[in-house]
């Protein structure tokens, strides 16, 4: 009782060193992983986990938004730039998809015409109250010669009248200068489409009894010898009979946009010599 | 009584704190065993129930949360306690330099411990760790334990006003570590 008494401790030490090998040994042997006790401690410590992870990812969040605010200004500053760069390209991408579309439309209109074209791009536009004219990239060097007519998808846009070693003017058929032999498609009635300014025409010269209403297309003649036949002009906006003259008076829309042009062909020959 | 009431309490504390920090210091790759430092400093603190008992607990519930075999952890645990409360009638505790070595060594060799045993018993095949985990695992240790050794004091110093001994330990047949 005596040796007990004076060494509890050592022997309590003693039993708990000796359990821990039995546990030991025990476990190294039938232990799968799925014991009580590890579920009750995993339990238990679980909210002691939560609550200080809690506590530390607070502080490291909180750290973090301080070292992030301190670099952030530069940062900002950084994006800011790519941003605009990034704009920058955007537009190019756009631009040039824009283009493609444009193009695959006018060699649509080269395909289904037979006739040789030089494709130009439109450099300036002047189309004012007096003259509505724009100035293309091609000139005499390309092959073009003054009265060649031009086209645009989806139809007739003008004539050359100043063609020089690298650029030419063209006359739109919306000036009021010029003057374009037409026929009305349904009927086949023949007038002269003369320009009346920006989108707007007239056809002339047809009697008051013929048969023309809104919507009617206009093709060239061919007649004239500058434009070939069977270009889309127009359409018929307005139809009025005035009586004391011998002539209907008819407003027609033309079916280019001039104001969005930016390629163009040029009908360099009659026939398609390229093909 | 309360000291054997809380312990459970203290080492579930404990042991979550340091999994939490070692995630978020060395993103898991690394422990920070700051139970395995309170086992010293039991060492040198309690006494042998006492002591025993929480290298027991600590080492269960470390056992229960990380180790593949329960019992691995309670028994290195109890080995370092007894191993520190022996070493501490014979070396005083004031020296930061004999800490830190001594934290060092116990960690290292509880590193080396601990792969020798999964070699040899789980066929784990983990000794290629020795140089880039239980290596910087020890180094961490040694440079923590002078650090929870100094912070401990200055508790014991704030709740007793003086630094607190067992009462086993207040003989005078020690040798002391002092320079």
């Known amino acids: 009782m005596f040796f007990f008494r004076n060494y509890k401790s050592l022997i309590l030490v003693t039993l708990i060193f000796i359990f821990a090998l039995i546990m030991l ?8 992983g799925e014991g009580i006790f590890r579920k009750i401690v995993l339990e238990a410590v679980a909210p002691f986990q939560s609550f200080s992870h809690f506590i530390v990812k607070s502080v490291d969040d909180s750290w973090e938004r301080y070292v992030t605010l301190v670099g952030l200004v530069e940062k900002n500053k950084q994006l800011a730039k790519t941003i605009h760069e990034l704009k920058a390209e955007l537009l190019i991408y756009k631009e040039g998809y824009l283009e493609a579309k444009r193009l695959r439309t006018l060699l649509a209109l080269r395909e289904s015409l037979d006739y040789a074209f030089v494709a130009a791009r439109v450099i300036a536009k002047k189309q004012t ?14 092959g073009l010669k003054t009265g060649m007519p031009v086209v645009a998808p989806p139809g007739l846009v003008g004539r050359l009248i100043n063609v020089s070693w690298n650029v030419s003017k063209v006359l739109l058929i919306t000036d009021e200068n010029s003057n374009v032999d037409a026929i009305l498609y349904r009927t086949r009635v023949q007038g002269i489409f003369s320009g009346a300014g920006l989108h707007e025409g007239k056809l002339k ?19 004239g010898g500058v434009f070939p036949k069977g270009l889309l002009i127009g359409q018929v906006k307005n139809v009025e009979k005035q009586d004391k003259e011998l002539f209907l008076k008819i407003d027609v829309t033309t079916f280019v946009d001039f104001s969005k042009l930016e390629e163009v062909l040029v009908l360099v020959s009659e026939e398609n010599e390229g093909k | 009584m309360a000291y054997y009431l809380l312990l ?13 920090l070692a995630d978020i210091i060395f993103l898991g790759r690394l422990a920070i065993e700051i139970s395995f430092i309170v086992v010293i400093y039991a060492g040198f603190r309690l006494d042998l129930a006492k002591g025993a008992l929480l290298a027991f607990v600590f080492g269960f519930v470390l056992d229960c ?10 028994v290195i645990y109890i080995l370092v306690f007894l191993c520190s409360f022996i070493l501490s009638f014979i070396l005083d505790i004031e020296k930061i330099h004999f800490i830190a070595l001594f934290g060092f060594l116990c960690a290292l060799t509880k590193e ?56 086993e330990r207040t003989g005078d047949s020690r040798i002391s570590a002092k320079i």
């Open chain 1, 25 to 32: 040994s025990y476990n190294v042997k039938y232990d799968k």
């Open chain 2, 65 to 74: 949360l990380t180790s593949p075999v329960i019992g691995l952890f309670t």
């Open chain 2, 8 to 20: 459970p309490l203290l080492s579930l504390l404990v042991i979550a704190l340091q999994t939490v």
């Open chain 2, 112 to 167: 080396i411990f601990v792969i020798i045993f999964y070699n040899l018993v789980l066929n784990f095949d983990t000794v290629m760790n020795i140089p880039f985990i239980c290596l910087p695992q020890a180094i961490i240790i040694g440079l923590l334990t002078p650090l929870f050794f100094y912070l401990m004091r200055r508790l014991e110093v704030f709740f007793y006003g003086k630094p607190f001994h067992r009462t």
């Open chain 1, 205 to 223: 010269y047809i009697t008051k009894n013929q048969d023309v209403i809104r919507g009617d297309t206009i093709i060239s003649s061919g007649m």
């Open chain 1, 129 to 142: 109250a007096l003259s509505k004219t724009i100035v293309i990239d091609k000139g005499s060097f390309d």
